[in-house]
């Protein structure tokens, strides 16, 4: 009876063994062993690709690979052509199958100012780490568009700015950033008598730098992107977010272009346009802004 147990309770804790397949085909690196690959973005921000998953793929694919090998459940049909491959992402793409498209993560580390990084972290399905401003000195890095990007608020978009406002005026907002950069000294001076880091820090603007790591699978990506590359985003978050596209495209190059064939540069339209594509009727509606969205549509598709 003793010994019965003894040997199940042995079996239970042996190492089970374990079976090494080699790949497909030589392994490459899709960050070509880059430590890092990064783009300035404003006047002290940066994006900087830092790892990703798949890292490294078999030679001759790119890490879309990853994607059809879930989408196939089956490490054998890996050896399938390209373009069979390229043929399958793409029909996941149209067909919102987005499952697979979350097994390529990328990692980034990006330094961008407090009032960008409070809009990016509404994108919840990522993976943050921020800098501490409890635990260290804010360092002294703060905003300044050029004088001629300083935009004045939109008519048509209340969220918006659009053109270039008077270069007076310019001058005069590129002073209230100047007092307001001023608080860092008294930052600097106050936390060194003493006053805690997290509570100085209350006294800083939001055009001061903040930096984070940020891991994302890529459906997630591509729906952040979809967000903030488009030109209602403000344009400081969509030079980050072009930048990031910009570092991923050459890794998943077969997604990307399904990306902009299929989402980026696609269009959606609603029942009451598709009736007034069909009747050649005006959209039945009263709502001026849905006019107004319908007008751009067909002027983008030809229809005035
Ligand atoms: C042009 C623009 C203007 C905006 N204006 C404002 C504004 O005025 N005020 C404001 O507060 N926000 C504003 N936002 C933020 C916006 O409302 C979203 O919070 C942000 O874009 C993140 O989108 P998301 O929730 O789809 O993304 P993610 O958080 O990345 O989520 C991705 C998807 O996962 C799913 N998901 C994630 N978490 C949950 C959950 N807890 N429950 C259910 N589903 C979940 C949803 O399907 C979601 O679409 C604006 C965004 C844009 C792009």
Known sequence: MTSIQTNGHAAAHAAPAI????????????????????????????VALVDCMPRLVPEGKTADFAIVQSARVSYGEGTKQVSEDRGLVRYLMRHRHSTPFEMVEFKFHIAMP?????QWIRHR???????????????????????????????????GGDEPIDVGTAEEFMKLLDNAEHLYKDYLSLT??????????????????????WKCDLHNIF????????????WEI??????????????????????????????????LEIEAVRSGKPLATDNKREQAEWESKRERLGLK
């Open 223 to 234: 729906h952040f992107l979809s967000l903030r590359m488009d030109p209602h985003a403000q």
């Open 114 to 118: 407090i009032f960008i990084a409070r």
């Open 238 to 271: 969509q030079v980050f977010a072009k930048a990031m596209y910009e570092l991923l495209k050459p890794i998943v190059p077969v997604s990307a272009e399904a990306f902009e064939d299929y989402r980026l540069e696609s269009m959606h339209l609603t029942r």
């Open 19 to 46: 079976k090494i397949v080699p790949p497909e085909a030589p392994l490459r690196d899709v960050m070509n062993g880059a430590g890092r690959m990064e783009i300035p973005c404003l006047d002290h921000g940066f």
């Open 192 to 213: 060194e008598k003493g006053v805690a880091r997290e509570l100085a820090r209350a006294a800083l603007p939001v055009s001061v730098y903040t930096e984070w790591y």
């Open 125 to 159: 399905t990522a993976n943050v780490n921020e800098y501490s401003a409890r635990y260290s000195i804010v360092p002294d890095r703060f905003y300044r568009p050029d004088l001629e990007s300083v935009r004045k608020q939109s008519k048509s978009n209340r969220q």
